[in-house]
Structures are given as structure tokens and as C-alpha cells.
């Protein structure tokens, strides 16, 4: 038996099967909460929303016991540490950590005032597995979730791929095939906004205008905003604008951009804002109202994108 695999057989006998808890929430179940989640998930049902008897998203279920920023549980909680197993892996060298599943299963919807608690049991380290990020084990943690009574509301399999990260990528592409080109991720297109982007490959600058009060109106959308008509045309730009606002972003540098990669929002002369990429001026010589100019530019294949330049001061 490989020292590896010695190592990973004591790792076995120590965590396999010791269930670990409790670890109590730091508040009972809330509209609130709720009401906050839902928000930050744009969860909508009125199930969890509106109804006398709202009840919380199952999917809820790990926030609860969630540990504090700094890494503390709940008061009353056992001060036994669930993820002391990855730990050690990472002391043997299995520094990589992947969540690879996670599956929840639901006994019981929670509702207002239900005060949650967990135990946590890792199930299982398997052998060890040559993967493509390097060599390592996975680990199965399997958490409970009861309430006050302690009656299971539901559990949750977890699996965490932890490894040895191969050398750098960066020697092993010198010595390969040299990098990929990385493009820009080109923008949906779709039945509202085809036509935008369809001009721009014609080298035109499209706005939408209302066919009913000719309010012009960008970016491209099914409905006018003043009288809700649906049908439209387009009008064709001069390019020419006024700088509104800009920033330029310097960190992370990511590809294919140039940097400092200045963004302007620029008030074109048709009265309708734009936010496009602005070339040939140092962010510190960039004032707000300049006069800019478009030139439609195909930045890769098939996608085309007005580049802005300023004209005058
Ligand atoms: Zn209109």
C-alpha cells in the first residue's frame, strides 16, 4: 500500500462515520429572512411570499445553521468542527477543494418561528483518483436538519472533491500548444434586439423609435415606454454623442481586452444613451462632456461594436 493511500486509510478510521452536531441557527425561521432571500434569488412564489400560512423555499435549507463570517456557529452549538476532515487533507497536501454534488432531499417545510438545528456525518473518503485537476479523494458529507422537536425538515448529501493541484498551467503551456485565443462573449440576440445587432454588422448604428409617438428609445426593447405601443422602426445614427460618464477599469486585466479599458456612456445626438468602449484617450484626459464619435468596428467574427473616439473638447 502506497504511503497515499496509508494516509487516506487513517483519515477513514478517524472521521468515517462520527456525526458531529449540534449546530443551531442563530435565529428562528423568519418572514424576514425569507422575505430577503426571496428577494436575492427573485423567488416570487406567493407561497413563501404572501399567504397567512407562508412557509419558507426549501432550498433554504443549509442557510440556516450557516456559520457567522468569522467562521462561529450559533450559541449552544457544539464546538466540534464538521469540516475538520478537509483539513487535514489539505495538511497532506490535497490543498484543491471542489464541491462536486450537492443534493437535498425535504421531509417538512419550515415555517415562521421553527428554530433549526444540524448534525453532520462525512460517509465516506474514497480511494484515491487521478482526476483532471490532479490526485485526490472525495468526501461525503451528509447533513440533518431537524426543527425544535427535533423532527427531521430535511438532509443534504454533499460531495467535495479535495486534491493535489498539478504544476503551474502556466509551465506546462510553455511547453504545449501555445494559448487559445479567448474572445469576447458575444451579446444575446434575440427577437427583440437582432436588429441592433444585425445593424452594426451592416455597419449602421440602429435606434428604435415608436412608430405611434416617435419617442426613440435604446437599448433595443419590445415596448414603448410612453405609450406602451408595440410597433416600431429604427433610425440610423450619425454616431456623433457627448460623453455623460465613463470608467475605466485597470484590474483584473482580462483577455481580449486592452487596458485601461475605458467605458463611456455617451448621450448620442438622436437623445438616446449608449454604453460602449471608448479607444485613443487615457482615462485621465477623459472629460465629462466631450464630443465622441462611433466607428462601427467588427471586433471579431460576426460581432461588430460601435467604438467610441473623441473628437473634441
Ligand atoms: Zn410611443
Request: glycine share 0%.
Given at each position: 500500500m502506497s504511503e497515499s493511500h496509508k494516509e487516506l486509510d487513517l483519515l477513514r478510521q478517524k472521521f468515517v462515520g462520527q456525526r458531529v452536531g449540534p449546530y443551531y441557527a442563530w435565529n428562528k425561521v423568519s418572514r424576514t429572512q425569507v422575505w430577503q432571500w426571496c428577494a436575492a434569488m427573485g423567488e416570487t412564489n406567493p407561497n413563501y411570499l404572501?399567504?397567512?400560512d407562508a412557509v419558507a423555499?426549501?432550498?433554504?435549507?443549509?442557510?440556516?445553521t450557516f456559520r457567522d463570517v468569522h467562521g462561529n456557529y450559533a450559541?449552544?452549538?457544539?464546538?466540534?468542527?464538521?469540516?475538520e476532515v478537509l483539513g487535514e487533507l489539505d495538511s497532506l497536501g490535497y490543498v484543491g477543494s471542489v464541491a462536486v454534488s450537492y443534493d437535498q432531499s425535504y421531509h417538512r417545510y419550515l415555517k415562521e418561528g421553527d428554530h433549526v438545528h444540524s448534525f453532520s456525518t462525512i460517509k465516506d473518503i474514497s480511494d484515491l483518483k487521478s482526476t483532471g485537476l490532479g490526485e485526490g479523494c472525495f468526501v461525503t458529507e451528509f447533513a440533518e436538519y431537524f426543527d425544535h422537536d427535533d423532527q427531521l425538515c430535511g438532509d443534504a448529501t454533499i460531495t467535495y472533491l479535495k486534491y493535489k493541484p498539478q504544476q503551474s498551467s502556466k509551465t506546462n503551456r510553455s511547453e504545449t500548444a501555445p494559448l487559445k485565443k479567448v474572445g469576447r462573449i458575444s451579446p444575446v440576440e434575440n427577437h427583440d434586439s437582432k436588429h441592433f445587432w444585425q445593424g452594426l454588422r451592416d455597419g449602421k448604428l440602429l435606434i428604435q423609435e415608436c412608430s405611434e409617438c416617435q419617442t426613440k428609445r435604446h437599448p433595443p426593447q419590445p415596448m414603448c415606454e410612453t405609450c406602451q405601443s408595440l410597433e416600431w422602426q429604427t433610425i440610423e445614427s450619425n454616431c456623433f454623442g457627448t460623453i455623460y460618464s465613463y470608467t475605466a477599469i485597470h484590474y483584473p486585466e482580462i483577455p481580449p481586452f486592452d487596458y485601461p479599458n475605458v467605458i463611456v456612456l455617451v448621450d448620442l445626438d438622436e437623445g438616446v444613451r449608449i454604453a460602449a468602449q471608448l479607444e485613443g484617450t487615457q482615462p485621465e484626459k477623459i472629460e465629462i462632456g466631450d464630443r465622441v464619435q462611433a466607428h462601427i468596428k467588427?471586433?471579431?467574427?460576426g460581432l461588430a461594436l460601435p467604438i467610441f473616439k473623441v473628437t473634441a473638447k
Open positions: 404572501q399567504k397567512s423555499p426549501p432550498t433554504m435549507l443549509q442557510s440556516w450559541p449552544d452549538s457544539t464546538d466540534k468542527n464538521t469540516y467588427e471586433v471579431q467574427d
